[in-house]
């Protein structure tokens, strides 16, 4: 083989690489984005237009052992389905996002993805939220400006919960499952609450390690009095 063909053969070569490097970056970075946006938006509608044709009937009722009336439990979360919407003003004016129940990768390519078996929306205990940093519509691109203070706020449909940052985002590694503890000390709390926990990946483009940032909840009112007032409500 003379040279002139191994060097033409090479180049072939590195044309053809190069061309699948590039393909591969505007699949991460831009395609994701379109999936994700697709996805999420999905989630949001199919959200909105279930608490739109709930029903104004008071809520079941059973009955206690002692022969008292209580409200009927809250569904369960169901894998992979959304239940609740967040909004972060920190990270953008628009920026909304559909919670899931799980982390799988599956879930976390149609929004963000609440930890099984930390608690529900609201309620006392850890309440554990994970996002990707970058690609799949990148949620939690800005994670990192987070303030104290700055709110994080929900809706279940029928009720608003603000929750506020206590810290900056803590950088830490994927092993230090403590970070969605019911209480979880290294924010600071030391006893039972209702704590929000938001998770993501560090660095930018990478993964090993991880930013979580903690909040408590600050707010509840019902979404029949309108929007709270971190969202301008």
Avoid at 2 to 8: G, I, K, P, Q, T
Avoid at 48 to 69: F, K, M, N, Q
Wanted: glycine share 12%; net charge negative.
């Amino acid at each position: 083989m003379s040279a002139r063909l191994v060097v033409r053969t090479f180049s072939e070569i590195c044309i053809t690489v190069g061309a699948l490097i590039v393909l591969f970056v505007v699949y991460v970075i831009f395609w994701t984005g379109v999936q994700a946006a697709g996805a999420s938006d999905g989630q949001l509608d199919s959200l909105r237009d279930e608490w739109a044709h709930r029903t104004a009937a008071p809520a079941p009722v059973t009955t206690s052992g002692s022969g008292t009336l209580e409200p009927a439990p809250a569904p369960e979360y169901q894998d992979g389905k959304p239940f609740a919407v967040m909004y972060v003003p920190r990270l953008g004016k628009d920026w909304d996002w559909p919670v899931l129940e799980g982390t799988s990768t599956g879930t976390l390519k149609k929004g963000l993805g609440h930890y099984a078996g930390t608690a529900r929306l609201g309620e006392t205990g850890n309440f554990a939220v994970a996002g990707h940093r970058r690609t799949y519509g990148d949620p939690f691109k800005d994670f990192p400006e987070l303030r104290p203070g700055d709110a994080v706020v929900l809706s279940d449909g029928t009720t608003w919960f603000t929750y506020r940052i206590d810290k900056k985002p803590y950088l830490t590694v994927p092993s230090d499952v403590g970070v969605v503890d019911p209480v979880p000390r290294k924010a600071g709390f030391d006893g039972p609450g209702r704590y929000l926990t938001l998770t993501t990946c560090d660095p930018e483009w990478g993964s090993s390690h991880r930013l979580i940032a903690w909040a408590h909840l600050d707010a509840t009112q019902p979404v029949s009095e309108g929007r709270p007032a971190a969202l301008g409500g």
